[in-house]
């Protein structure tokens, strides 16, 4: 990974990067336990994502957006919390002084791009609806997982945007307008 921040690492990665590789052919993927599993949980969470925008669209109508938003990241933040101090034993199984040096300053401002989900998904649901709501974020996250996908963005891997990737991202945009305009 490079290092000194956000745009010498975009700088490296718009170098190295090929934006549309050819498909590979002979390119497998293992099926085991822990990808049926882990499809599994991906599955619960795109499932609690839907649920969290229509509850707290629901609560925006009675209440106000802005809390609404609110209440559900500090609800969240209290269960990953619980979740953080089982899964790393009161914090004892982190170096902290090594995070603290070596993650990017970026790394730490993640909750900002969640928290504008969070909330622009509370203030359209009640009148857009969910579906809707729901279809373009998801073709919005796919198109975005694409660029930082084909340019290594963030530390993530390199995956060239290839033409079945680019086919499938515009079938779901194909898809969404159908729910948004039928």
Not at 106 to 127: N, R
Request: proline share 4%; glycine share 10%; charged share 10%.
């Amino acid at each position: 990974m490079v290092k000194g921040g956000f745009f010498p690492v975009l700088k490296h990665s718009l170098k190295n990067s090929v934006l549309i590789e050819k498909p590979r052919l002979n390119a497998q993927i293992a099926m085991d336990k822990k990808l049926f599993m882990d499809i599994f949980l991906l599955m619960i969470g795109g499932a609690c994502t839907a649920l969290q925008g229509a509850v707290n669209g629901s609560l925006s109508i009675n209440i106000n957006g802005g809390f609404s938003a609110w209440l559900s990241f500090a609800i969240g933040s209290f269960l990953l919390f619980i979740f953080f101090i089982i899964d790393t034993r009161g914090g004892k199984t982190i170096n902290w002084k090594n995070s603290l040096k070596t993650a990017p300053w970026w790394s730490w401002f993640g909750g900002i791009p969640g928290a504008a989900f969070v909330l622009f998904i509370t203030l359209f649901i009640p009148y857009r609806g969910s579906a809707v709501v729901s279809g373009i974020t998801i073709c919005a996250q796919m198109v975005t997982s694409l660029f930082v996908d084909s340019f290594a963005f963030f530390g993530c891997n390199h995956r060239p945007a290839t033409i079945p990737r680019l086919f499938g991202t515009a079938l779901l945009i194909a898809g969404v307008l159908m729910v948004a305009l039928g």
